[in-house]
Nanobody, 128 residues
Framework: QVQLVESGGGLVQPGGSLRLSCAAS????????MGWVRQAPGKGLEWVSC????????NYAYSVKGRFTSSRDNAKNTVYLQMNSLKAEDTAVYYC?????????????????????WGQGTQVTVSS
């Protein structure tokens, strides 16, 4: 069965850093673009980032550009989100998600409805 399991969330102070991981199984990880999506309290799903199947292309929401970096290790079937300079507005449940197309780059912003597979989410709370 397809599984995406996020980890690394928790409580961090403003200005701090956190690295999220998402371990994938049950599908050909290297054939998928991987995204991160978040949902802040009382708000809808917000697309955060995309990384291409090879890791050679990334794209980010404007709100996180320069602060967040997505990476992946296809040998480990794992995608990461390094979050730096965290702000209170980054508080959300963070989900990883998979989108099929092995050769496509992350050329645009993505709608959350496009993703094929989803993880269960991990809570990130930024507070002093």
């Amino acid at each position: 069965q397809v599984q995406l399991v996020e980890s690394g969330g928790g409580l961090v102070q403003p200005g701090g850093s956190l690295r999220l991981s998402c371990a994938a199984s049950g599908f050909v990880f290297s054939a998928y673009r991987m995204g991160w999506v978040r949902q802040a309290p009382g708000k809808g799903l917000e697309w955060v980032s995309c990384i291409s199947s090879s890791g050679g292309s990334t794209n980010y929401a404007y709100s996180v550009k320069g602060r967040f970096t997505s990476s992946r290790d296809n040998a480990k079937n794992t995608v990461y989100l390094q979050m730096n300079s965290l702000k209170a507005e980054d508080t959300a449940v963070y989900y990883c998600a998979a989108l099929l197309d092995s050769f496509a780059k992350c050329a645009r912003i993505y709608d959350v409805s496009e993703y094929n597979y989803w993880g269960q989410g991990t809570q990130v709370t930024v507070s002093s």
